[in-house]
């Protein structure tokens, strides 16, 4: 079992920079993909990124790429998402979720955490 935990949101002007981080318990998370997905108001949730668990292999969504970064640190159990210039339309709640196999974009992810809201005013 894992339990994630997002944190870094808030609000922020456009053009400017957050980091979110998904810190996580439980066992084996070292081991696990970790995926960041986003849901606007009155939207569907989007795929953002994702990265495999030694770090090596990442994919993102075509819009983003170039401005979001995925990293992760398994020795602090957390997953870093860098997000840069960002836009107003970037606002969302930003989930984290887990699986222990390559999910890539797709939502099949077994573990999820609560979300953390970025407001991005123009």
């Known amino acids: 079992q894992v339990q994630l935990v997002e944190s870094g949101g808030g609000l922020v002007q456009a053009g400017n920079s957050l980091r979110l981080s998904c810190a996580a318990s439980?066992?084996?998370?070292?081991?696990?993909?970790v995926g960041w997905f986003r849901q606007a108001p009155g939207k569907e949730r989007e795929f953002v990124a994702t990265?495999?668990?030694?770090?090596?292999?990442?994919a993102y969504a075509d819009s983003l790429k170039g401005r979001f970064t995925i990293s992760r640190d398994n020795a602090k159990n957390t997953v870093y998402l860098q997000m840069n210039s960002l836009k107003p339309e970037d606002t969302a709640i930003y989930y984290c979720?887990?699986?222990?196999?390559?999910?890539?974009?797709?939502?099949?992810?077994?573990?999820w955490g609560q979300g953390t809201q970025v407001t991005v005013s123009s």
């Open positions: 439980g066992r084996g998370f070292s081991s696990y993909a």
């Open positions: 979720a887990a699986t222990n196999h390559w999910a890539g974009a797709n939502e099949e992810y077994d573990y």
């Open positions: 990265i495999n668990w030694t770090g090596v292999r990442t």
